[in-house]
């Protein structure tokens, strides 16, 4: 797909409005940034040449981009815009309100999204009719170079407006993480809020302090997790696979979170779905090669990233 004749319509000359803005122009589509704040508007093509030197540094930039304009309102581009992508404040009221006028106002074939990092869309539209073309377009911050979104839909949302969002978001270069339904976090900031509520409780039990669990996933979860995910950390880590892992580990990680009040089962069908998933992902011939790539690839990773630190540290 190609977004060299589409129109996007941004709300929000933020930070993440314009690394939207950025990325999708970027792929070729006309762009229009929308916000009523006059020093916002201001301030957006300098932000956008932030944000365009932060793609081409990661050498995400592409020939040929589409235009990028501002003004203080959508009203008369509302009809002709393929997405329009709310990155307003993480405010219920403003987003109720914000898309109340997008039903009433933009196509009948406009994907509606919003960036929110928390709020499910049927919080902001709450008739299942009117969700129809709603969703949750979630990024990772910065998106222009994390290409990694979260498409969320509410109950009433139609698999064709998910299908047009994937479409416009993977011809931008992103990954799309479509979900099956709402869930408080998304998948995101569920991982990430696992993670942090465990470091926070370690640092008040005393076991370690915010340096150790920084050190921790900075120096060891960290690189790995930025190659493969936990799922095919566990298949690279462990001979025999995520089923030896699972057998190994299960019952730790189970009484772990039982400890905490979390209860996880483990069970074979869990497992078998889960080993199902990575060998449609990886075959097993394929994961000797694998294991080899990401040996060479952590060490490539460390010698990066102590550079940069080196960097940081010399500033």
């Given at each position: 797909m190609s977004l060299k004749k589409s129109r996007i319509v941004i709300l929000g000359a933020g930070s993440i409005g314009v690394a939207f803005a950025a990325t999708l122009s970027e792929a070729g589509a006309s762009v229009?940034?929308?916000d009523p704040d006059a020093a916002r508007r201001m301030s957006v093509h300098a932000s956008l040449a932030q944000q365009r030197a932060a793609i081409a540094k990661a050498g995400l930039s592409r020939t040929d981009p589409g235009p990028v304009d501002v003004a203080a309102s959508a009203e008369d581009h509302l009809g002709s815009a393929q997405?329009?992508?709310?990155?307003?404040?993480?405010?219920?009221?403003?987003?109720?309100?914000?898309?109340?006028?997008?039903l009433a106002n933009a196509g009948?074939?406009?994907?509606?999204?919003?960036?929110?990092?928390?709020?499910?869309?049927?919080?902001?539209?709450?008739?299942?009719?009117?969700?129809a073309r709603c969703i949750v377009a979630h990024p990772v911050n910065p998106p222009s170079v994390l290409r990694v979104i979260e498409l969320v839909p509410a109950m009433g949302t139609v698999r064709d407006t998910m299908t047009a969002a994937e479409g416009i978001f993977?011809?931008?270069?992103?990954?799309?993480v479509a979900l099956?339904?709402?869930?408080?976090?998304?998948?995101?900031?569920?991982?990430?809020?696992?993670?942090?509520?465990?470091?926070?409780?370690?640092?008040?039990?005393?076991?370690?302090?915010?340096a150790g669990i920084d050190d921790i996933m900075r120096l060891g979860l960290g690189p790995r997790w930025a190659l493969s995910g936990p799922f095919e950390?566990?298949?690279?880590?462990?001979?025999?696979?995520?089923?030896?892992?699972?057998?190994?580990?299960?019952?730790?990680?189970?009484?772990?979170?039982?400890?905490?009040?979390?209860?996880?089962?483990w069970n074979d069908d869990l497992v078998s779905r889960v080993v199902d998933e990575r060998r449609a992902?990886?075959?097993?011939?394929?994961?000797?090669?694998?294991?080899?790539?990401?040996?060479?690839?952590?060490?490539?990773?460390?010698?990066a990233r102590d550079t940069l630190m080196k960097d940081a540290e010399d500033d």
């Open positions: 229009l940034i929308v997405m329009v992508l709310e990155c307003g404040p993480e405010d219920i009221t403003i987003k109720q309100a914000i898309f109340a006028n997008l009948p074939d406009t994907v509606l999204a919003t960036a929110s990092s928390a709020i499910a869309i049927s919080r902001i539209v709450s008739e299942p009719a009117d969700q993977q011809a931008a270069g992103f990954a799309t099956g339904h709402e869930i408080e976090g998304f998948v995101l900031n569920r991982l990430q809020g696992a993670v942090l509520r465990e470091a926070y409780r370690l640092v008040q039990e005393g076991i370690t302090d915010v950390t566990a298949e690279l880590n462990t001979p025999g696979g995520i089923r030896a892992h699972a057998a190994r580990m299960g019952p730790a990680y189970k009484r772990m979170g039982e400890a905490r009040g979390e209860t996880v089962d992902l990886l075959r097993d011939d394929q994961i000797a090669n694998r294991v080899a790539w990401r040996a060479q690839a952590v060490a490539q990773l460390i010698a």
